[in-house]
Structures are given as C-alpha cells and as structure tokens.
C-alpha cells in the first residue's frame, strides 16, 4: 500500500503557457501532501504544504500567485505552473502523508521542460 | 539554519565492498532522520527512518545508525550490487509532523 501517483510524467511547453501536475494518493487518504522541486544534480527543495480543503503554506522565496496549490481532496492535489517560463523547468515531486503519521510517500516525479 | 550535508557527493565502488554513506546536520534537536534512494529521474523510495530515541535502525544489507550529539547519521551498505547504485538521500524532521529537510545526496556507483 501507500502509492502516490504523478501525472504527467514528462511535459514540454512554451513558454508563457500554464502547465497543471497532478498528485494523487491511490490507495490510502493524505490529509498533507507536498511539492518539492529538484534541479538537476541537486537535492530536493520543498516549495509547498498543502492540507486537505485549506490554502497551502509556501516556503520563503516561492511565488505563490506562480505555482498554484489545490487539494481539493484527501487523494488529490495538484500544483499548477503559471506562465511558464525557461527557468521553472525542472524535476517536480510530490510526496503525501496519513494524518498522524510521519512517513511520507513519494511519487515518480514530473519532468518539466519549458522552451 | 537547520541544515542537513552528505558527503562525498559521489562515490564509486566495486562490487562485493561494504560502504558507509555519510551525513551530518546542524540542529542535534533532530525529531527523525529518514535515508532515500532516488533512481535516475524517478521518485524516492524510503529506506529507513530512524526516531530520535533511537540510535539504529536495520533492513536486511542496510543499516542506519543515528548520533545526535554529534550530528551524524551513516548508512551502511553490506556487500554491495550493482543494483545498488543510485543517488542516496538524507533527510531530517525537526519537530512532529515537520517538513523533510534534504541533504545534497550521495550518488552511488557499484561497478561489477
């Protein structure tokens, strides 16, 4: 048990474009998922939290109005990019949680490529 | 700064060697520590968590061990495959329900 999905898996856009990943817990409830963006040979950094059905609480430094958070449900959040540009290409991972629980579940991670 | 470092940032080996994958962080008031494998641009995969309370935690070749008075945590590898070979990532949490601080990742190579 505890699978965490990701879709799509790879995308390329244009630039200016918004692009919309999609998290979803597949076989258990995640009261908190989370969005991390990993550059290449780097580790992961996390940008937001996000609890079920409240807004997310981003870390210092990243633009909420440009990567939009909803978790609309206990298996679903998703993490929008808006207006794309070079610069936000990236590996993106999820990751979610049980309520009352420490382990968090990754997902495969979203390759994003914005020319 | 609560800040967690794994040195070295890469490391290559040859098959059948026992290693030790390192990793220090700042803040000894650590609440766990969690070790990662991450295959090339794949997701990761939870190896081992240990608590504060504890000082190691094992899974058949692997074997954790957690010192917060000097804060450090190490991963030991037993006999190594080539399957073995991935990035290793550690993370701390520094309170309940906390988010994951990432170390920088060792990436591993265990040549046949």
């Known amino acids: 048990g505890a699978v965490v999905s990701q879709h799509p898996s790879w995308v390329i856009c244009k630039s200016g474009t918004s692009v919309k990943i999609e998290c979803r817990s597949l076989?258990?409830?995640?009261?908190?998922m989370f969005w991390y963006r990993q550059f290449p040979k780097q580790s992961l950094m996390l940008m937001a939290t996000?609890?079920?059905?409240?807004?997310?609480?981003?870390e210092q430094g990243v633009e909420k109005d440009k990567f939009l958070i909803n978790h609309a449900s206990l298996t679903l959040s998703t993490l929008t990019v808006t207006s794309a540009h070079p610069e936000d290409s990236s590996f993106y991972i999820c990751?979610?949680?049980?309520?009352?629980?420490?382990?968090?579940?990754f997902g495969p991670g979203t390759r994003l490529l914005v020319l | 700064k609560q800040e967690v470092t794994q040195i070295p940032a890469a490391l290559s080996v040859p098959e059948g060697e026992n290693l030790v994958l390192n990793c220090s962080f700042t803040?000894?008031?650590?609440?766990?520590l969690q070790w990662f494998r991450q295959d090339p641009g794949k997701g990761l995969t939870s190896l081992l968590l240990?608590?504060?309370?504890?000082r190691e935690q094992t899974s058949g070749r692997l074997n954790a061990s957690l010192d917060k008075s000097s804060g450090r945590s190490t991963l030991y590898i037993a006999a190594s495959q080539p399957g073995d070979s991935a990035t290793y990532l550690c993370?701390?949490?520094?309170?309940?329900?906390?988010?994951?601080?990432f170390g920088q990742g060792t990436e591993l190579s265990v040549k046949p």
């Open positions: 990751s979610a949680r049980r309520d009352f629980q420490e382990t968090q579940y």
């Open positions: 076989d258990f409830q995640a009261t908190t």
């Open positions: 996000s609890n079920e059905g409240s807004k997310a609480t981003y």
């Open positions: 803040d000894s008031a650590i609440y766990n």
């Open positions: 240990i608590q504060s309370s504890q």
């Open positions: 993370a701390g949490i520094y309170n309940q329900g906390g988010k994951l601080i």
